[in-house]
C-alpha cells in the first residue's frame, strides 16, 4: 500500500524506493529481493490492481444467462469497475503507457489472462452451446475489450466522455453479428 500512495502521489519516475522502503518500514534490499527492480514492484502493484478488477468483474457475471447477455454483463462491469476506480486505473494507464517496457508487459498479460478470461470462457461456452457462431475465442474477446478500452483511452488520454450506453450498444451490436440467432 505504501507503494501504491506513493506513486499515486508522485508518479513513477518521481517515486524513490527509498521513500517507499522507508515508509513500509523494509529495506531497498528487500525491495529487490522480492520485487527485482521499481519496475518490478510498479508491475506487482499493476497486477494487484487488474486482479482486483478480474475479480470484481467474474463475482457480477449472470451465470444463468445467455452467451450475448454474459457479455453485456461483463463489458457493463468491466466499464463501472473503471469509473468506480478510475483515479488510480487512470493513473496507471498514463504511467504504463508512458513507461512501456516490463511495466507495459505485465500490464498488457495480466489483461489477457485474468481481466479477459471470463469473457473468454462466456464466449468459449457460446459457441459451444450453439447459441454463437464457431469463431476464434481470443479475436472476438479482443473485439470486444477494444470497444470498452477504446473509450477508456479517449477519456483518460483525451478527456472525453464516458457515455456507458454507447460502448455497450457497440458490444450489443457485435455480439449480435456473433449471435446464431437471428
Same mark, same amino acid.
Given at each position: 500500500m505504501s507503494a501504491l500512495r506513493h506513486f499515486s502521489q508522485k508518479g513513477f519516475a518521481a517515486t524513490s524506493l527509498r521513500e517507499v522502503s522507508e515508509d513500509a518500514q523494509t529495506t531497498k534490499p528487500m525491495i529487490y529481493y522480492y520485487f527485482g527492480s521499481k519496475e518490478g514492484l510498479y508491475g506487482s502493484i499493476v497486477r494487484e490492481i487488474l486482479e482486483e478488477m478480474a475479480d470484481s468483474i467474474r463475482s457480477h457475471l449472470p451465470a444463468s $444467462?445467455?452467451?450475448?447477455?454474459?457479455?453485456? $454483463?461483463?463489458? %457493463? &462491469?468491466?466499464? =463501472?469497475?473503471?469509473? $468506480?476506480? %478510475? %483515479? !488510480? !486505473?487512470?493513473?496507471?494507464? &498514463? =504511467?504504463?503507457?508512458?513507461?512501456?517496457?516490463?511495466?507495459?508487459?505485465?500490464?498488457?498479460?495480466?489483461?489477457g489472462e485474468r481481466v479477459r478470461q471470463p469473457l473468454d470462457e462466456i464466449l468459449r461456452a457460446g459457441m459451444e452451446r450453439g447459441e454463437l457462431r464457431h469463431e476464434h475465442v481470443y479475436e472476438c474477446a479482443q473485439a470486444i475489450t477494444g470497444i470498452l478500452n477504446m473509450f477508456i483511452l479517449a477519456h483518460v488520454f483525451g478527456g472525453l466522455e464516458i457515455d456507458r450506453a454507447a460502448p455497450l450498444r457497440q458490444v450489443r451490436y457485435y455480439m449480435a453479428g456473433l449471435s446464431t440467432r437471428g
Open positions: $444467462a445467455n452467451a450475448c447477455d454474459q457479455a453485456l $454483463a461483463y463489458s %457493463e &462491469r468491466y466499464l =463501472e469497475h473503471f469509473l $468506480a476506480k %478510475e %483515479e !488510480i !486505473i487512470a493513473l496507471v494507464l &498514463r =504511467e504504463v503507457f508512458g513507461l512501456g517496457g516490463a511495466p507495459m508487459a505485465t500490464f498488457a498479460q495480466t489483461l
